[in-house]
T-cell receptor, first 112, second 113 residues
Framework: DGGITQSPKYLFRKEGQNVTLSCEQNLNHDAMYWYRQDPGQGLRLIYYSQIVNDFQKGDIAEGYSVSREKKESFPLTVTSAQKNPTAFYLC???????????FGQGTRLTVV | QKEVEQNSGPLSVPEGAIASLNCTYSDRVSQSFFWYRQYSGKSPELIMSIYSNGDKEDGRFTAQLNKASQYVSLLIRDSQPSDSATYLCAVNIWRAAGNKLTFGGGTRVLVKP
């Protein structure tokens, strides 16, 4: 069953802690993306990666970090430098050539 | 100026009517365009993709692209209560470092029975 898996579905973080959100895809897609969504808002691009061991900052990269060591995996770390991390985080993947992106089920992060 | 802009709505439409959604983008080298539907608390799902000027129809949905004017629109015919959702416009911009896929803020649509 091909798809994109994000885990965990819900995550709680204490202030000052780093947390890592997982994103795995078995679609053999080259490109992967991380977005943040706040209530009533659209998706804002955090980081994206076209190939292994390479990634680019999106529009709101401050306070986040990523790695792309394997084609199928693109984990996102929310660091303590991110002052307002409570949000819905979405991972997506797509083939080269600008075709449509497919999304995981999302991770809802809450700072407690 | 935002790269992709949409009217946030809500757009209230009677059941059976046509819902018309608009999206404008700022980068003239944008290549491909997508409409996604998102129900509350869920991830976006693709409705339509469009790559060249003109209209593209798929069932009750029609996407229209005008690159000269830098806008893309979505028409939903015979609107149903199940169409009530947020509709996200996405624009792909090619960069040497990779394709950047940028979303608008979304338009909330309410279909009233």
């Amino acid at each position: 069953d091909g798809g994109i898996t994000q885990s965990p579905k819900y995550l709680f973080r204490k202030e000052g802690q780093n947390v890592t959100l997982s994103c795995e895809q078995n679609l053999n897609h080259d490109a992967m993306y991380w977005y943040r969504q706040d209530p009533g808002q659209g998706l804002r691009l955090i980081y994206y990666s076209q190939i292994v061991n390479d990634f680019q900052k999106g529009d709101i990269a401050e306070g986040y970090s990523v790695s792309r060591e394997k084609k199928e995996s693109f984990p996102l770390t929310v660091t303590s430098a991110q002052k307002n991390p409570t949000a819905f985080y979405l991972c997506a993947s797509r083939n080269e050539g600008g075709t449509e992106a497919f999304f995981g089920q999302g991770t809802r992060l809450t700072v407690v | 100026q935002k790269e992709v802009e949409q009217n946030s709505g809500p757009l209230s439409v009677p059941e059976g009517a046509i819902a018309s959604l608009n999206c404008t983008y700022s980068d003239r080298v944008s290549q491909s365009f997508f409409w996604y539907r998102q129900y509350s608390g869920k991830s976006p799902e693709l409705i339509m993709s469009i790559y060249s000027n003109g209209d593209k129809e798929d069932g009750r949905f029609t996407a229209q692209l005008n690159k000269a004017s830098q806008y893309v629109s979505l028409l939903i015919r015979d609107s149903q209560p199940s169409d009530s959702a947020t509709y996200l416009c996405a624009v792909n911009i090619w960069r040497a470092a990779g394709n950047k896929l940028t979303f608008g803020g979304g338009t909330r649509v309410l279909v009233k029975p």
